[in-house]
């Protein structure tokens, strides 16, 4: 049982659109063709759907925030190589990989997956377990060695609806601790739009900084119908994401961050919301 699990709160029908696991490492060498067939020979038959990306840029949590430059300057490596998307044929498990990150992530793609949501336990992590450990054995194949894993990242992506006609004000009222009456008192019950973003800092067993914990929360709406919503359709877009440095070595160390990590947001999940919208989502 992960850290923390049996005293999390759980719902039969929670309102989770995607869970993404990451570990990012230092660059490895692109050892060509016959790594990619090695990829596709592993993965094709779970992942038959594929496309480049352009890469993401490295992220590291630091004890004290850097401030960011409103620009940035970027050099490709065309021997870096791209960020490969692999698809299951449902679209809703995807393989990312690049030379220097490796993420696994669970999608829900339309409304009637909500009740085939993978638990964290018995999927999720070990799905994680399973596709890292195929990856580093490609690697090890090709006489390289296992990635040197320095930041880990979890994340959950919630998308949380409304009846009809429900206003952009009336959504913040949903929360727990309601920012609704400030918002009101300041901006009037018409918004246009709403954004939080919060952080916090993270540390290990021993109280050293370990990374951070940010929240986001937003107004959007879904965008195509693969999306789990009607088109257009509003909706409060919750994500909770838990970065930082593995908390030991190898694949255990990352093991570890994710299930603080995931305790942590779904703790932070569960106090966030009214009962109303805690028994819709009947919580167990």
């Known amino acids: 049982m992960a850290y923390g699990a049996e005293d999390l709160v759980s719902y039969r029908n929670p309102p989770v659109a995607e869970v ?8 490895l060498p692109q050892p060509g063709l016959g790594f990619l067939a090695d990829i596709w020979g592993v993965f094709g038959q779970r992942f038959p759907v594929s496309e480049a990306q352009p890469r993401l840029e490295p992220v590291v949590e630091r004890m004290e925030p850097i401030t960011r430059l409103n620009f940035r300057i970027n050099i490709d490596d065309p021997s870096a190589g791209p960020r490969w998307m692999l698809y299951s044929e449902d679209k809703t498990q995807l393989l990312q990989l690049q030379n220097n990150r490796f993420s696994r992530n669970w999608r829900k793609v ?13 999927f999720v992590r070990d799905s994680f377990i399973e596709d890292y450990n195929e990856l580093v054995g490609i690697y090890r194949k090709h006489k390289i060695d296992a990635p040197q894993i320095n930041q880990c990242e979890i994340i959950y992506v919630n998308h949380v609806t409304f009846e009809a006609g429900k206003t952009l004000h009336g959504h913040l009222g949903s929360l727990s601790e309601s920012p ?10 018409e918004l246009d739009s709403y954004r939080f973003n919060l952080s916090k800092t993270l540390e290990d067993k021993s109280g050293k900084f370990a990374g951070r914990f940010h929240a986001s929360i937003n107004d959007a709406r879904f ?9 257009g359709e509003k909706l409060l877009n919750y994500v909770l994401t838990c970065r930082g440095r593995p908390l030991g070595e190898g694949l255990a160390g990352a093991m570890e961050f994710f ?24 919580k167990e």
């Open 20 to 27: 993404a696991l990451t570990v990012q490492f230092e660059p």
């Open 259 to 282: 299930d603080i990590g995931r305790s942590t947001i779904v703790s932070t999940f569960g106090k966030t919301f009214v009962q109303e919208m805690q028994e819709r989502w009947e």
């Open 180 to 189: 609704s009456e400030f918002v009101a008192n300041v901006m009037g019950h």
């Open 110 to 122: 339309a409304r009637a997956d909500e009740s085939d949501y993978p638990r964290y336990e018995g």
């Open 223 to 231: 965008v195509n119908d693969e999306s789990g919503g009607e088109v």
